[in-house]
């Protein structure tokens, strides 16, 4: 509903045309290959894939294309993995649709657009977890085994393991559930 509310004020918008819409982060990673738009607008939870993965993904393959998250997480660690991930916008989605188009066109002429209120919050928290250890925490906080986990990611289940461990350990977690959760409300997923 979000996403065709924003595709329908976006049309709206003078010289701003919608190339394509998808409903989790491996097809809009799979449009932005395809169809290559100067702007992707995404979320940071999604199905599949999250926003940040797809940022990602995006700046691995070299792609020109630039991000711009929109999200209803107003949390430092989330904008701070954004920044890293090379984004190019973070918004919240009660933002006014004049600002979301404004930083369409900033994002698009090389700028960057961050919330303001954000980016002095961004720098607040640093995150203990590394990427592989965000990645299997996110999904045992998911409800997922760890031989699921494995599967998933590639790894054998002693390693998922250890990840999880770990994780725990930096985050002062009694359980996988409680570091999931933690990392989560502190925007580290």
Request: proline share 3%; charged share 25%; aromatic share 4%.
């Amino acid at each position: 509903m979000v996403r065709g509310a924003l595709a329908a004020l976006l049309r709206l918008e003078q010289g701003m045309e919608i190339v394509g819409e998808a409903g989790d982060g491996t097809a809009a990673f799979e449009l932005v290959e395809a169809l290559e738009p100067q702007v992707l607008l995404t979320d940071i939870e999604m199905p599949k894939m999250s926003g940040l993965e797809v940022a990602q993904a995006i700046r691995d393959r070299g792609l020109s294309t630039r991000v711009i998250i929109v999200t209803t997480f107003a949390r430092a660690g989330y904008l701070r993995r954004a920044l890293e991930s090379n984004v190019s916008g973070y918004l919240l989605k009660d933002a006014p649709s004049d600002r979301l188009a404004d930083a369409i066109r900033r994002v698009i002429g090389g700028g960057r657009a961050i919330d303001p209120e954000l980016a002095m919050a961004g720098w607040d928290g640093d995150d203990p977890l590394t990427d592989r250890e965000r990645q299997v925490l996110r999904l045992a906080g998911e409800g997922k085994s760890s031989a699921a986990i494995a599967g998933l990611v590639h790894l054998s289940e002693g390693t998922v393991r250890n990840y999880l461990s770990e994780a725990i350990a930096k985050l002062g977690a009694a359980n996988r559930v409680e570091a999931a959760r933690l990392a989560r409300s502190k925007g580290w997923l």
